[in-house]
């Protein structure tokens, strides 16, 4: 069987994902479509608007086959390891194509940039370090980097997030084929334009009530909405009792972030408090978000450094039931894990133990009770 990859967050699920979905396997000619998702919290540090397990469904209501989810070490961390941990799953799949939307349309170039960064990733990753005390942001250091070692003007490709990804995408790949989608008709935070539209539009146009129904392809009525707001009490909780160097030992925090966080948490009375108060010009809005979920989480640079692979099914039908068992005969295939009770999950544990802490912490800040929500009790869903 030949499958079509895809690394995603579908928060939520939406026509521009389904279209490109149709595209992407119209294009490949594959037999399957498998999706790595980005659990309960997003690469932004943010809460999903609906759980894992919900968009999951969604998903594979909307097309998809088989959704596996993004273990939370690589899903909540920077492009390069969020799209690391993605294609390295997908392709430890046995995916033949991985296929990504972006916003260049000159796909050659961006494959021609992405194996530049490939070649040079130890040169770029030295200026970018040398550059650190001007106080810029990592993004801007990066960007400033290429245009350097490549002497051209990136600044435009650098500047829209989908190429940002699909740049990570394409240098961490090693055989699976690459298929670029152009995104249909919007701008990554764009507005409705006929039945398309930005995550983020449908997002808030869900929050405040309004009909949604002509720019998703399945109906999401009746399920409960996450407020990450409550992030704050527990981001509070964690630095009243712990140490400064334990703070500054998180990922992302270690320029001083737990400083931060450890002088100034009683004066928060917002999640926005103290995001603002912690971003600079150097610490973009993302990066705070990032760092505020993985000090309540307890995630340190080793524990991402360290990350394993594996694949814990969320959701699927008959075709993703299908290849589920076509990789039961397959060799050199990573771990699927589909029931943590019963399964023998030694091999990685460190890892998938922060997929269960942050199902606990959605459900916790979500009012759900914590024992039936729990990652140990609901399993994945079979459409």
Not at 56 to 81: D, R
Not at 212 to 221: F, G, W
């Amino acid at each position: 069987m030949k499958a079509l990859g895809i690394v995603a967050e579908y928060n939520p699920f939406h026509n521009g994902h389904k279209y490109q979905l149709e595209k992407a396997m119209e294009i490949s000619g594959a037999d399957v479509s498998v999706a790595v998702m980005s659990g309960n919290f997003t690469q932004r540090g943010e809460a999903a608007i609906f759980s894992k397990w919900d968009r999951a469904g969604k998903a594979v209501e909307g097309g998809v086959n088989l959704v596996i989810e993004l273990p939370s070490l690589f899903a909540v961390s920077s492009a390069g390891t969020f799209a690391r941990g993605g294609t390295k799953i997908l392709e430890g799949l046995k995916c033949s194509y991985i296929s990504f939307g972006v916003e260049e349309e000159d796909h050659e170039k961006l494959l021609r940039l992405a194996e530049f960064i490939k070649r040079h990733r130890k040169s770029v990753e030295e200026l970018i370090k040398r550059d650190t005390a001007s106080g810029k942001s990592y993004p801007k250091r990066r960007e400033e980097a290429l245009n350097l070692l490549t002497g051209e003007n990136l600044s435009e490709i650098l500047s829209l997030p989908n190429n940002i990804l699909a740049l990570e995408y394409l240098s961490n790949m090693e055989y699976a084929e690459p298929l670029p989608v152009i995104r249909h008709m919007i701008e990554h935070n764009g507005k409705a334009i006929g039945n398309f539209a930005s995550g983020s539009f449908i997002r808030s146009s869900m929050l405040d009530g309004e009909d949604i129904s002509s720019l998703v392809p399945v109906s999401y009525d009746g399920l409960s909405f996450c407020d990450g707001s409550k992030l704050l009490g527990e981001l509070q909780t964690v630095a009243m009792n712990s140490s400064t160097d334990f703070l500054n030992s998180i990922f992302g925090a270690e320029e001083g972030l737990g400083d931060i966080i450890k002088n100034r948490y009683r004066y928060w009375n917002t999640l926005n408090d103290a995001i603002n108060d912690m971003k600079s010009k150097r610490y973009t809005e993302t990066r705070i978000t990032r760092v505020i979920l993985s000090t309540v989480l307890g995630i340190r640079k080793s524990d991402v450094n360290s990350a394993k692979l594996y694949a814990r099914v969320l959701a699927f039908d008959s075709k993703g039931q299908e290849y589920l068992s076509y990789l039961k005969k397959q060799e050199d295939v990573i771990p699927v894990i589909t029931n943590i009770s019963r399964q023998n999950t030694d091999d990685v544990t460190d890892t998938l133990m922060f997929d269960i802490k942050a199902s606990d912490l959605y459900n916790k800040i979500s009012g759900k009770n914590l024992y039936e929500n729990s990652d140990f009790v609901v399993m994945p869903s079979r459409f």
